[in-house]
Nanobody, 122 residues
Framework: QVQLVESGGGLVQAGESLRLSCAASGRTFNSYAMGWFRQAPGKEREFVAA???????THYADSVKGRFTISRDNAKTTVLQMNSLKPEDTAVYYC????????????????WGQGTQVTVSS
């Protein structure tokens, strides 16, 4: 089992920035990719960004490209830097882990965090 804990959510105004962190614990001795999803009220959960085990490969949803940056601080932590936030970025953001070195876009993550609320006011 892998446990994921997100932090860094909050309330900001449009145009401002937030930094989300996700820390993994438990059976973390295997290699795994890490990613972020989000779910707005009344909408399905959607992919936001992902980073490979090494940190060298990243993927982004079109809606956040150029504004969000995902990185791997170390083997157990990923950071999502969110700049130029928009009201449509308001959602609960979930950290996710996918076993393996690279993130597979069509695969379901193996583990999920509890989520952290991000609210962007206009």
């Amino acid at each position: 089992q892998v446990q994921l804990v997100e932090s860094g959510g909050g309330l900001v105004q449009a145009g401002e920035s937030l930094r989300l962190s996700c820390a993994a614990s438990g059976r973390t001795f295997n290699s795994y990719a890490m990613g972020w999803f989000r779910q707005a009220p009344g909408k399905e959960r959607e992919f936001v960004a992902a980073v490979s085990w090494s940190g060298g490969t990243t993927h982004y949803a079109d809606s956040v490209k150029g504004r969000f940056t995902i990185s791997r601080d170390n083997a157990k932590t990923t950071v999502l830097q969110m700049n130029s936030l928009k009201p449509e970025d308001t959602a609960v953001y979930y950290c996710a882990v996918q076993m393996g070195r690279l993130w597979a876009r069509n695969a379901v993550p193996n583990y999920w965090g509890q989520g952290t609320q991000v609210t962007v006011s206009s």
